[in-house]
């Protein structure tokens, strides 16, 4: 018997296919920024197994992609998707889109013990794979509250224990949110010295600056110094000028990056390509208002006087910003009234009977932020501003969305269509980028920026993170007044070799992983 088993495990030897799967006839752009060229690809246990011409080569499955362009899989490096993915561990939105790997936990909100969220996810096993940065705001919350104050030295220290923790359990980073509560009130000194923690591991600092309007320059400086003071590589996340009186400034806000990399600071940044961003309402209130939570702001608005204080401060904000009205900020979403929902500030402002006046808009403001706060869509970015940005070579396509639930909620369209807006408006239309050099903007410049060292290229070797699709039909289906559309045009991505999305539809198959710190 031993003979004929021996003989029998041959013969299969002998049969057995090559690959497990060949895309035959592949456009391929490599994630480079190099020029196209022609090929087959042979994939085998997740990985790209073989690239070149494999037409006397077998598969288990072979895909003629007939000429049509084959890419690495997006890296989308920031997003929000801690509570999506657990709810929805297969990530629909962000597979149509192309994307094959995010990175959560940006703006200084995360999950804390990152070794059960990543267990949580391989658990759930989910569509796309997944890193983790640590987020400052958690931290501070957790050690010190949301106090307007410095922290001590026990406290630096009990928050630089729990970066230590969490960049052992594999997260990429460590990010900040200064526009937000707690971390607006953290002194520079306290980011370089939470940053050094992060950086023992070769860790990243990304961070949502304080000012993205009139004081973007010296925010920006702030996180190049950061970079500089605590030798580690930074992240600019959603570079822009958000202010109406400011734009055309981003010509010297690249130039300030130049400057810093001049002087060894690994900078770069990240970008969605809209013209309106989403956050929370309470940002157009004055930062001491915010202190304490809601609970407090509840009280200062019940007070005449510091009501009509945090009242006059968000008038003249919005008329520095170069704005008479707030006609420019949408309700996303409203968990206390959600007809609110795709109304703007001003359309509330009527359906409360108010008049059409910027006093009237600030007093709905207010009351929103009394009632709990919404999240919101604001237009505020001028079109060559995003594209000047756009064209700098250190900037990388990222979403700032997460995981959706279609259907719910009134969201940036940016969670469903970023990649396939940038394909059909900024190369297809509007010619601002070579697909070539948008691939690389969506993968190897991501790769390389979060150092993830198998991914973001067509190498053999390499995970088979790829997306096959014609560039000239690709669309962005997801719009402000609809977003939960999805994206079209991507015939097939695949996740670590496994075909999660086929011919524009969802399969059954989950390959994605947990990506840990390297």
């Known amino acids: 018997m031993k003979p004929f088993l021996a003989f029998l495990l041959a013969a299969a030897a002998c049969f057995a296919a090559d690959f497990d799967l060949i895309l035959r006839n592949a456009h391929i752009i490599d994630g480079s920024g190099n020029p196209w060229f022609r090929a087959d690809i042979g994939v085998k246990a997740g990985k790209i197994a073989k690239i070149g011409v494999l037409r006397d080569k077998t598969a288990d499955r072979t895909i003629d992609v007939a000429g049509k362009v084959v890419t690495p899989g997006f890296i989308d490096v920031h997003t929000h998707s801690e509570s999506g993915l657990v709810k929805l561990p297969q990530s629909e939105n962000f597979l149509r889109d192309g994307v094959t790997s995010i990175v959560t936990g940006n703006c200084g909100s995360?999950?804390?013990?990152?070794?059960?969220?990543?267990?949580?996810?391989?658990?759930?096993?989910?569509?796309?794979?997944?890193?983790?940065?640590v987020g400052h705001n958690a931290i501070r919350i957790e050690v010190m509250g949301s106090e307007d104050r410095k922290a001590t030295s026990q406290e630096i220290e009990r928050m630089k224990a729990?970066?230590?923790?969490?960049?052992?359990?594999?997260?990429?980073?460590?990010?900040?949110?200064?526009?937000?509560?707690?971390?607006?009130?953290?002194?520079?000194?306290?980011?370089?010295?939470?940053?050094?923690?992060?950086?023992?591991?070769?860790?990243?600092?990304?961070?949502?600056?304080?000012?993205?309007?009139?004081?973007?320059?010296?925010?920006?400086?702030?996180?190049?110094?950061?970079?500089?003071?605590?030798?580690?590589?930074?992240?600019?996340?959603?570079?822009?000028?958000?202010?109406?009186?400011?734009?055309?400034?981003t010509?010297?806000?690249?130039?300030?990056?130049?400057?810093?990399?001049?002087?060894?600071?690994?900078?770069?940044?990240?970008?969605?390509?809209?013209?309106?961003?989403?956050?929370?309402?309470?940002?157009?209130?004055?930062?001491?208002?915010?202190?304490?939570?809601?609970?407090?702001?509840?009280?200062?608005?019940?007070?005449?006087?510091?009501?009509?204080?945090?009242?006059?401060?968000?008038?003249?904000?919005?008329?520095v910003r170069g704005y008479d009205d707030f006609e420019y900020t949408a309700v996303a979403s409203c968990s206390?009234?959600?007809?609110?929902?795709?109304?703007?500030?001003?359309?509330?402002?009527?359906?409360?009977?108010?008049?059409?006046?910027?006093?009237?808009?600030?007093?709905?403001?207010?009351?929103?932020?009394?009632?709990?706060?919404?999240?919101?869509?604001?237009?505020?970015?001028?079109?060559?501003?995003?594209?000047?940005?756009?064209?700098y070579r250190n900037t990388a396509i990222a979403s700032d969305g997460g995981v959706r639930e279609f259907g719910v909620g009134r969201p940036h369209p940016r969670s469903y269509g970023t990649n396939a807006r940038v394909i059909n408006e900024y190369v297809r239309l509007r010619k601002i980028l070579t697909l070539e050099d948008a691939v690389r903007k969506m993968t190897s410049l991501p790769a390389q920026i979060f150092n993830f060292k198998d991914r973001g290229l067509l190498r053999e070797g390499f995970a088979a993170d790829m997306v096959v699709f014609d560039p000239e039909v690709v669309r962005d289906n997801a719009s402000f007044a609809n977003p939960h559309q999805y994206s079209t045009g991507f015939d097939f991505v695949l996740v670590n070799g496994k075909i999660a999305v086929e011919r524009d539809k969802l399969t059954s198959e989950r390959g994605g992983q947990v990506l840990l710190r390297q």
């Open 110 to 133: 995360s999950e804390l013990d990152i070794k059960h969220f990543y267990n949580t996810l391989e658990r759930l096993k989910t569509g796309i794979n997944v890193a983790t940065l």
């Open 162 to 249: 729990m970066i230590d923790k969490a960049m052992q359990a594999g997260a990429v980073g460590f990010s900040s949110g200064l526009e937000y509560v707690p971390g607006m009130f953290s002194p520079l000194e306290e980011l370089v010295e939470l940053s050094k923690v992060a950086a023992k591991y070769n860790g990243i600092y990304t961070t949502h600056m304080r000012d993205e309007g009139e004081g973007v320059l010296d925010a920006m400086r702030e996180a190049a110094e950061v970079g500089l003071q605590a030798g580690i590589r930074v992240q600019i996340s959603h570079l822009k000028q958000d202010t109406k009186a400011f734009w055309g400034n």
């Open 251 to 319: 010509q010297k806000m690249l130039d300030l990056l130049e400057n810093y990399r001049s002087k060894g600071v690994e900078i770069t940044v990240d970008q969605y390509p809209y013209t309106a961003y989403s956050t929370g309402l309470g940002t157009t209130l004055p930062n001491w208002a915010l202190v304490g939570g809601h609970s407090k702001l509840v009280e200062r608005l019940k007070d005449p006087a510091t009501r009509k204080k945090i009242f006059d401060e968000v008038l003249a904000s919005n008329k």
């Open 336 to 391: 206390f009234e959600p007809k609110y929902e795709g109304k703007n500030i001003r359309e509330i402002s009527s359906m409360l009977g108010r008049s059409k006046t910027h006093e009237a808009d600030v007093e709905t403001v207010l009351n929103l932020m009394e009632k709990g706060g919404v999240s919101v869509v604001t237009s505020a970015m001028s079109e060559e501003d995003v594209a000047n940005i756009m064209r």
